[in-house]
């Protein structure tokens, strides 16, 4: 049985915001420590980062990049990262049970940013676990007032001239976990981030600010939070959080690959109760989607390297994903592409070491895992105007999510070329899938590439034995003909086909 797909530009679901493929840089095992930062590896630059790290970030076309938590910034002083680094305080890391140099803080990810390029923009958040209004303004004030006033003329002593511009912020993390260090009721965090936004909005009106959502949709209190909290916070704030992370569990593949349907509902479930208190409002303001943590993430299995608390950068989270992992993975940036109305702003967690694209060796090699390739094609092909797909799609049962499609599909066109790339999940383990593309409307003649992530052995992994074991290759048999394509999906894929 084949799967179809009707393409019409006429037919749009919105237009992908870069911020789309952003990422997230949190202070949590190696994700600084020997992940961005390493002053003693040989490919380090004058300011500690590793060229060879940022190589890799700027292949992988990361947009926003989230700092410093996460669970760290809800106990973290963002003061103990400033100033002259011989001078700053070791701290208890609490959310990680680890030790906190503060070799690395504000000015170093100001550095990082502007070292991986114009695009990569930054989004701070603040911590709202330990702290409130008082700190969250002084840090903005420091951050990006030009000059003149006792916090920013410390900017400016500790070298840095020119304010950072900071625009994007998140108003605390996961504030609806049990596990946050300093957790609240939806009306206690809901009016501290009121009160904390509104006091930021008199600093600059302009900011743009994410108030906590759940941290999954599976929270207790998912719906009835994001509900109370924007009660408070509707006028103030430009979005709400989204926090999700998959697993395979109990050896369930099939339910494993369909975890985009968890996205897919957790996403219009947030966008229905953020247009219902908009309603009751009766405001004419739409309030977007951050989905600020996203990625597969073994939770549930034993860190297997040795640690021990309170050490500095630990070996943790650093799963080494597989090629189901990527297709997975390349599911989920579908999810968000086919909500790019809504989702304006997502995270990749994290960007190195931990849950990442992009693994190193202290002292050694940078080299990408197989979910580095989803991310990198999904940024460099999925810009424009995400089409809106009519899909028929054999299905199958699924003991989490009941009848899914085999085919999860997308399709983006770029405005000024009228190139249409179709991004394409084939969640059959063993049999391939025929697909038919009508893409009479579309425009296009050519088929400028069908790329696959798929192996013979769907657990293949990069590592630092073998870092180039799973690379995309090239698909055999896919034809464009009187503006239909024809292509089979092998099993347990990700395709990317790319027409002009
Ligand atoms: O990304 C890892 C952790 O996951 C973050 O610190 C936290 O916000 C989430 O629970």
Same mark, same amino acid.
Request: charged share 25%.
């Given at each position: 049985?084949?799967?179809?797909?009707?393409?019409?530009?006429?037919?749009?679901?919105?237009?992908?915001?870069?911020?789309?493929?952003?990422?997230? /840089?949190?202070?949590?095992?190696?994700?600084?420590?020997?992940?961005?930062?390493?002053?003693?590896?040989?490919?380090?630059?004058?300011?500690?980062?590793?060229?060879? /790290?940022?190589?890799?970030?700027?292949?992988?076309?990361?947009?926003?990049?989230?700092?410093?938590?996460?669970?760290?910034?809800?106990?973290?002083?963002?003061?103990?990262?400033?100033?002259?680094?011989?001078?700053?305080?070791?701290?208890?890391?609490?959310?990680?049970?680890?030790?906190?140099?503060?070799?690395?803080?504000?000015?170093?990810?100001?550095? *990082?940013?502007?070292?991986?390029?114009?695009?990569?923009?930054?989004?701070?958040?603040?911590?709202?676990?330990?702290?409130?209004?008082?700190?969250?303004?002084?840090?903005?004030?420091?951050?990006?007032?030009?000059?003149?006033?006792?916090?920013?003329?410390?900017?400016?002593?500790?070298?840095?001239?020119?304010?950072?511009?900071?625009?994007?912020?998140?108003?605390?993390?996961?504030?609806?976990?049990?596990?946050?260090?300093?957790?609240?009721?939806?009306?206690?965090?809901?009016?501290?981030?009121?009160?904390?936004?509104?006091?930021?909005?008199?600093?600059?009106?302009?900011?743009?600010?994410?108030?906590?959502?759940?941290?999954?949709?599976?929270?207790?209190?998912?719906?009835?939070?994001?509900?109370?909290?924007?009660?408070?916070?509707?006028?103030? /704030?430009?979005?709400?959080?989204?926090?999700?992370?998959?697993?395979?569990?109990?050896?369930?593949?099939?339910? *494993?690959?369909?975890?985009?349907?968890?996205?897919?509902?957790?996403?219009? +479930?947030?966008?229905?109760?953020?247009?219902?208190?908009?309603?009751?409002?009766?405001?004419?303001?739409?309030?977007?989607?951050? *989905?600020?943590?996203?990625?597969?993430?073994?939770? +549930?299995?034993?860190?297997?390297?040795?640690?021990?608390?309170?050490?500095?950068?630990?070996?943790?989270?650093?799963?080494?994903?597989?090629?189901?992992?990527?297709?997975?993975?390349?599911?989920?940036?579908?999810?968000?592409?086919?909500?790019?109305? =809504?989702?304006?702003?997502?995270?990749?967690?994290?960007?190195?070491?931990?849950?990442?694209?992009?693994?190193?060796?202290?002292?050694?090699?940078?080299?990408?895992?197989?979910? *580095?390739?989803?991310?990198?094609?999904?940024?460099?092909?999925?810009?424009?105007?995400?089409?809106?797909?009519?899909?028929?799609?054999? /299905?199958?049962?699924?003991?989490?999510?009941?009848?899914?499609?085999?085919?999860?599909?997308?399709?983006?066109?770029?405005?000024?070329?009228?190139?249409?790339?179709?991004?394409?999940? +084939?969640?059959?383990? =063993?049999?391939?899938?025929?697909?038919?593309?009508?893409?009479?409307?579309?425009?296009?003649?050519?088929?400028?590439?069908?790329?696959?992530?798929?192996?013979?052995?769907?657990?293949?992994?990069?590592?630092?034995?073998?870092?180039?074991?799973?690379?995309?290759?090239?698909?055999?048999?896919?034809?464009?003909?009187?503006g239909v394509l024809r292509a089979t999906l092998e099993p347990l894929s990700w395709n990317v086909i790319r027409l002009g």
């Open positions: 049985q084949s799967a179809k797909l009707v393409l019409d530009p006429a037919f749009t679901v919105g237009t992908v915001d870069p911020r789309l493929f952003g990422s997230f /840089v949190e202070h949590l095992g190696r994700c600084v420590y020997t992940g961005i930062f390493e002053p003693d590896h040989p490919c380090a630059d004058e300011s500690g980062l590793r060229t060879d /790290v940022l190589d890799l970030v700027r292949e992988l076309g990361v947009t926003t990049i989230r700092y410093p938590g996460g669970n760290f910034v809800s106990g973290y002083r963002w003061e103990d990262g400033t100033g002259p680094v011989e001078e700053r305080p070791r701290r208890l890391d609490l959310a990680w049970r680890s030790t906190e140099t503060n070799r690395f803080g504000l000015g170093e990810y100001i550095a *990082f940013l502007r070292e991986v390029g114009p695009q990569a923009e930054p989004m701070m958040a603040v911590n709202l676990g330990t702290r409130g209004v008082a700190e969250a303004l002084e840090l903005q004030e420091y951050a990006n007032h030009p000059g003149g006033t006792a916090l920013s003329d410390r900017r400016i002593a500790h070298g840095d001239k020119d304010p950072y511009g900071i625009k994007l912020w998140c108003l605390g993390n996961e504030m609806d976990g049990p596990w946050q260090t300093g957790h609240k009721t939806a009306e206690e965090y809901g009016r501290l981030a009121a009160e904390t936004a509104r006091a930021m909005r008199q600093f600059d009106p302009g900011v743009e600010l994410v108030a906590c959502g759940s941290s999954n949709q599976g929270m207790p209190t998912f719906a009835a939070w994001e509900a109370k909290v924007l009660e408070e916070t509707y006028d103030l /704030v430009d979005y709400i959080s989204l926090h999700s992370y998959y697993e395979e569990r109990d050896g369930d593949r099939d339910s *494993f690959l369909a975890s985009a349907v968890d996205m897919e509902s957790f996403i219009e +479930n947030v966008v229905a109760t953020c247009d219902h208190i908009g309603a009751r409002l009766k405001s004419k303001k739409k309030i977007n989607l951050s *989905f600020d943590e996203w990625n597969v993430w073994y939770m +549930n299995r034993p860190n297997p390297h040795p640690v021990t608390d309170w050490q500095e950068a630990p070996r943790l989270l650093e799963d080494v994903y597989s090629v189901t992992d990527a297709v997975v993975f390349g599911s989920l940036l579908i999810a968000l592409l086919r909500h790019a109305d =809504r989702v304006t702003v997502a995270c990749l967690a994290q960007l190195v070491n931990v849950i990442a694209p992009i693994m190193t060796e202290p002292g050694g090699p940078a080299w990408r895992q197989t979910t *580095f390739y989803p991310f990198a094609q999904a940024s460099a092909y999925g810009r424009g105007r995400v089409l809106r797909t009519a899909v028929e799609s054999p /299905v199958h049962e699924t003991a989490a999510y009941g009848e899914v499609p085999l085919l999860h599909t997308t399709a983006v066109q770029d405005e000024t070329t009228g190139a249409v790339t179709v991004f394409a999940v +084939n969640r059959h383990q =063993r049999e391939g899938l025929p697909l038919e593309i009508d893409l009479r409307a579309a425009g296009v003649s050519t088929l400028v590439e069908h790329s696959v992530l798929a192996d013979a052995d769907p657990e293949a992994r990069n590592t630092l034995a073998e870092p180039e074991r799973v690379v995309p290759h090239p698909a055999r048999g896919t034809a464009l003909e009187g």
